[in-house]
């Protein structure tokens, strides 16, 4: 059996590999805290579509997410907070990056 780290670990690759959602992808496409309100809205008992991201709401994607057991929903909850951390690291990266190249 594997434990909630390796769960969320597998569906984080899966995400990066093919559905090529990268820690550099996420920094355009998820502003304003998307990623913590969609992981928030999946742990409810019953979630629901206004609890999701304005942009998220309309996706096919999102339905199928929030209709999965609350076990997958936990694991997905848990990816979308992995990836926030990944896009905060790589914004990191990335101005750190920028401030060593200008002086």
């Not at 409810?44 to 994607?61: Q, S």
């Amino acid at each position: 059996m594997n434990t909630g780290i390796e769960l969320i670990a597998k569906e984080r690759q899966e995400q990066i590999e093919k559905h090529q959602f990268t820690p550099e992808s996420a920094i355009f496409g998820n502003r304003d805290g998307e990623l913590l309100k969609a992981a928030h809205a999946m742990v409810h008992e019953k979630p629901k579509i206004m609890d999701f991201p304005v942009d998220w709401r309309d996706n096919e994607i999102t339905h199928k997410m929030m209709n999965k057991p609350l076990k997958e929903r936990l694991i997905i909850a848990g990816t979308l907070l992995a990836a926030e951390i990944d896009r905060l690291n790589y914004i990191e990266e990335y101005e750190v990056d920028n401030r060593s190249k200008s002086i």
